[in-house]
């Protein structure tokens, strides 16, 4: 990775705005409106998002059991055919429906579209079905930026011979804002933040982070989240946010930065 992939010289600013399963039937009015703020001002804005939670109740109507190891979910084969179900035929035209009618111009994709999400298996033996995401061909979203439409990403990657692969929303947000050159990235789920012992931290540095996770004091979901923060702090993006529906929670980036 290049530091000149990493900085996209326009005025405008590119954001990825994740959005976590735990939220997504809480998207409120003001939601739409600080998304749409963010719009009128000239960013060109990505939406990926999960659906952790809508998995779990479709695996549980169908009688698989499912364990999640490190925030990553042990997919086998009858639950990869759920959960491709559940994102692509669900979550995702839910969400591009809602953007629509807010007058928001999005187009749903996952990753076999234009092969956006090129993907390995991650850990065949440990996790199954869940994929290592090798590329992100980026070209059908500089497409869809040129006509001014979102692309709204769900988090399923595919393999070069077509087998559908479950990936960690949070991981395939940081991969694409890396590969567009982000200039930020906004993960946003059903917590204003981290909290430790009950207070939510304004600011993280990934020093303190991974003192927490080893710590125990940040688990399950949020792991995947603080590793994608780092891996993008790491490529050179500045700031990395974990935020509630409103925009507002913890702000990650380098000490030098926060101070
Ligand atoms: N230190 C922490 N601060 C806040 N939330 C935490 C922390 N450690 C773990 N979590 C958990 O992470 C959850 C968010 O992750 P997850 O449920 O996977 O959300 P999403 O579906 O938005 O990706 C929180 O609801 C909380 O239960
Ligand atoms: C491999 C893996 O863990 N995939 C996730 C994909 C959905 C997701 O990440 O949803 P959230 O953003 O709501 O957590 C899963 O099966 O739950």
Request: charged content about 20%.
């Amino acid at each position: 990775m290049t530091t000149s992939k990493l900085m996209h010289h326009t005025e405008r600013k590119r954001i990825v705005i994740k959005l976590g399963g735990s939220m997504l039937e809480r998207l409120s009015d003001e939601f739409f409106m600080k998304f749409m703020e963010l719009r009128n001002e000239g960013n060109e804005i990505i939406i990926v998002h999960g659906g952790g939670p809508f998995i779990n109740e479709a695996l549980k109507k169908n009688g698989i059991d499912s364990k999640i190891d490190d925030g990553i979910r042990v997919t086998c084969e009858k639950s990869i055919a759920i959960v491709k179900q559940v994102l692509v035929g669900e979550v995702n035209t839910c969400l591009v429906h809602q953007l629509n009618q807010k007058g928001i111009e999005a187009i749903g994709l996952n990753g076999f579209d234009g092969k956006l999400l090129e993907c390995s298996m991650l850990d065949e033996k440990r996790y199954g079905f869940v994929g290592d995401i090798q590329s992100v061909n980026n070209k059908i979203i500089e497409k869809l930026f040129a006509a001014s439409i979102v692309p709204v990403i769900s988090c399923l990657g595919a393999t070069n011979d077509g087998i559908a692969l479950n990936v960690n929303a949070d991981t395939v947000a940081s991969k694409v804002a890396l590969e567009i050159g982000a200039n930020s990235l906004l993960l946003v789920t059903d917590t204003p933040g981290i909290k430790i012992d009950s207070q939510l931290q304004q600011v993280a540095s990934p020093s303190q982070l991974s003192e927490w996770v080893g710590t125990g004091d940040i688990y399950g979901g949020m792991i995947p989240k603080v590793n994608a923060a780092i891996a993008c702090l790491n490529a050179g993006i500045p700031t990395v946010q974990i935020v509630d529906q409103y925009l507002t929670g913890t702000m990650i980036a380098y000490e030098e930065v926060l101070n």
